[in-house]
């Protein structure tokens, strides 16, 4: 996804109007009755609950709306250009979740957006530090802590409720992909492990999800190798990698983190042959399997460069779901991609190409963590 800084809107005071939305958007536990089961969904009801959508411009379009009516929608991702003001967007996930009322899964919409921290801000304030200035504060704990609450409390006052933050990249050289915006805590796993499990227990105190990305770890790619612009590969060995790269997220997992977004890169200590987010050795193996994780896996952007262009957003959506990839992250502002990965991934149910019960389990990590933000 692309990670290059959007200057903030200006901070305002929140109507009264939008105050409401908030309350609407994220409704109450015991307002929200038990979500379905797989069974009494249709395929394409099924998978909406596995796909993120985007849009262009200040205005949700009205298939969006359509979308997240007929439940084919488990979520929407926000960038700069749909924020104007905390009212705009809190009016924004006012109008979403009036839609959201009509699907047939009684839980949450996924309301996210990238609150990384300092230069990587889609709202306006907290965090204002970034993830290096943190690392390198005299009260780093401290920050980090700051950090995810305040995250976690801007979010919330918008009726967003899923963060994609914090980085958990460990980075080896100054100025290199993750360091060039200071995304990074530090070069030291152990305190890259310490930093963002502070973040991620501070922010989900205030009831937004946090995600540790990108699994198993972009630390080592230079400021040339980005993963939204093309094929990158990381040639460390298996014991770096899974000493220095992947010592964060088995902190962030004994803490509870409820995502993991995957990685794009290709990573030949593990697979040779496919970038990490379209890997079953990756996704099932590594993380799930040897870190124990069992919380809800997510892709990066799925129109990343990385993957080959050939592939047409249908067969990206069906590979991440083979892969294991529980959602994914259609962020290309265009809501037909979004479209396009629900209709591939109705139509591989259907015919038995991604198998049942893979598939019910997936939406049932889906909907218990949209279960846990109502």
């Not at 230079?222 to 990158?232: E, R």
């Amino acid at each position: 996804m692309d990670a290059t800084p959007k200057p903030p809107v200006r901070r305002r005071t929140l109507l009264t109007a939008a105050g409401a939305a908030v309350v609407t958007a994220s409704g109450t536990a015991a307002a929200r009755a038990a979500a379905p089961q797989p069974s009494a969904l249709t395929p394409l009801q099924l998978a909406g609950q596995r796909v993120i959508y985007s849009y262009p411009g200040l205005t949700p379009p009205a298939a969006l709306l359509t979308a997240i009516r007929a439940g084919q929608a488990a979520g929407v991702i926000f960038f700069g250009e749909n924020i104007s003001s905390e009212s705009q967007i809190a009016s924004v996930v006012s109008q979403l979740a009036q839609a959201n009322a009509a699907a047939p899964v009684n839980a949450p919409l996924l309301l996210m957006t990238d609150q990384e921290g300092g230069q990587v801000r889609r709202l306006p304030g907290a965090p204002t530090l970034s993830e290096k200035q943190i690392g390198l504060s005299g009260q780093s704990q401290i920050d980090a802590s700051r950090a995810g609450a305040g995250a976690g409390q801007n979010l919330a006052g918008v009726g967003m409720n899923l963060n994609l933050a914090p980085v958990l990249d460990v980075f080896y050289q100054s100025g290199n992909f993750i360091d060039e915006y200071q995304r990074s805590y530090s070069s030291d796993p152990a305190r890259v492990s310490s930093l963002g499990r502070a973040f991620i227990a501070a922010q989900q105190t205030n009831q937004v999800a946090a995600t540790a990305k990108h699994f198993p770890g972009l630390g080592a790619a230079t400021a040339a190798q980005n993963t939204d612009l093309g094929p990158v590969t990381l040639t460390q060995s298996l014991t770096t990698l899974r000493n220095t790269d992947e010592a964060p997220y088995r902190t962030a997992i004994a803490a509870g983190v409820k995502l993991v977004m995957l990685s794009w890169a290709v990573y030949p200590a593990l697979d040779a042959s496919r970038p990490a987010g379209l890997s079953p050795v990756v996704v099932q193996q590594e993380l799930r399997q040897r870190l124990g994780f069992t919380g809800v896996t997510i892709t990066d952007a799925l129109e990343a460069g990385a993957i080959s262009s050939s592939y047409t957003t249908g067969r990206r959506a069906v590979l991440a779901a083979t892969a294991g990839i529980d959602l994914l992250l259609c962020s290309a502002r265009d809501t037909s991609q979004g479209a396009a990965a629900v209709t591939a991934l109705a139509d591989a149910y259907s015919s038995a190409q991604l198998p049942t019960a893979d598939f019910n389990a997936a939406v049932q990590r889906v909907t218990a963590l949209r279960t846990w933000l109502a």
